[in-house]
């Protein structure tokens, strides 16, 4: 059986296990789902919006204990997972709100294609399946739901096994709000269980956060059961900082860049490549800022790192570190396993990196920074895009002209100039390569699970144009 718990990582004890689902219970569930789609799609975007809106007034009145439980889950700062609370409410206001503009059907030229009216119209597909994984618990998930929900489908989520309270909750939220009952549901099920969710026919789609492993399954099995999917599969970020930068600006933003959520968040900068001319002032601001972050109880608002999800995904960090120390690589603070109880790892940066050592082609998923030195900005550009990931990207630079090389060389979904990557409801999220493919947010994210519908009407049933070619 899987083991579905909350355990919390200040201390590694177990303070709630789950059964896992039944075949006869998740098919239960599917069907209900089915059914609330088909229930669903004849609502009107008004009625949604006004579940929408419920969901987010719920949502913004019950923030501190939805944190409390996000921080004994997964170990984010209390902090951290109140305005991660916020966020989700926003987006779920930022979708009922412009759902009707992005739903709208949008004109085409009708007298090109002879016709005397032709439009586009997005309509839901159906159930979307979504595995999603722990490190932004409730975000990672309302990205997903706000706008599926918001087209007229209906969600399946598959959550991380060690967030099961977080997963159930949100469903109540959905159903407090309004929405039918069905039309989102939680599943307490392993990854063994994902095949046969997505081999279901009444499941029409599938959206996945997670690693290349998992993306490189989902896609596989939605590509023989011909079932769309969007996939974002992690990164290993640049964050390249060239000699006309405002470098304590830059050093200061690679902090919060590199620590946010603990360290593990997919675009959180992970490599910073710095120009030889401002590197050592940006190496030692940069080294003694991650120095200071205080470690310690997520739960303490003046805690700045509280300890990673899992003892697994500890020990994985610290071994990268050491692969990298024993292999030559120099490591300007951190690096050493703290005693005591709960998962905790201090702000590491780690520079004097080679080719052969797992830091320089892994992500490392843990507040631990490598440092490389380049000379020009076309070996910026190398380093930046010599690795297999392809999420965010930040560049710090005045010239403006190095602006727009950037956001056009940079080799990612995401450029950020001068600022820390975010997502943001009103931009399309996603990446290129590894990263995986689709895109979340904005209404490019709401119609990756829609029908987009061509409609041609013309004058009568000849007006198509005798002898014409169609296709």
Sequence with gaps: ????????????????????????????????????????????????????????????????????????????????????????????????????????????????????????????????????????????VMRFAAPALMAGNTGLLKHASNVPQTALLLEDVFRRAGFPEGAFTTLLVGSDAVERILADPRVRAATLTGSEAAGRSIAQIAGRELKRTVLELGGSDPFVVMPSADVDRAAEVATTARCQNNGQSCIAAKRFIVHTDVFDAFAEKFAANMAALRVGDPMDPDTDVGPLASERGRDEVHAQVRDAADRGATVLCGGELPSGDGWFYPPTVVTDLTPEMRMWSEEVFGPVAGLYRVSSYEEAIEVANGTSFGLGSNAWTRDTAEQERFATDLDAGNVFVNGMTTSYPELPFGGVKNSGYGRELSELGMREFCNIKTVWVGEGAASAGAGAHAE
Aim: charge should be negative; include cysteine; aromatic fraction near 8%.
């Design 1 to 140: 059986m899987p083991h579905i718990a909350t355990t919390n990582p200040v201390t590694g004890q177990v303070l709630k296990t789950y059964e896992a689902m039944s075949t006869e219970q998740l098919d239960a569930a599917i069907e209900r789902a089915d059914l609330a789609y088909r229930q669903l799609r004849g609502t009107t975007v008004d009625e949604r919006a006004r579940w929408m809106n419920a969901a987010a007034d719920l949502l913004d009145a019950e923030r501190d204990e939805i944190a409390r439980i996000m921080t004994t889950e997964m170990g984010k700062t209390y902090v951290a997972a109140q305005a991660e609370v916020t966020k989700c409410a926003a987006a779920a206001r930022f979708y009922a709100e412009r759902a009707p503009g992005f739903l709208a059907d949008q004109p085409a030229d009708a007298a090109a294609v002879k016709a005397t009216r032709a439009f586009i119209r997005y309509q839901p597909i159906g159930v979307v399946l979504a595995v999603m994984p722990w490190n932004f618990p409730l975000w990672q």
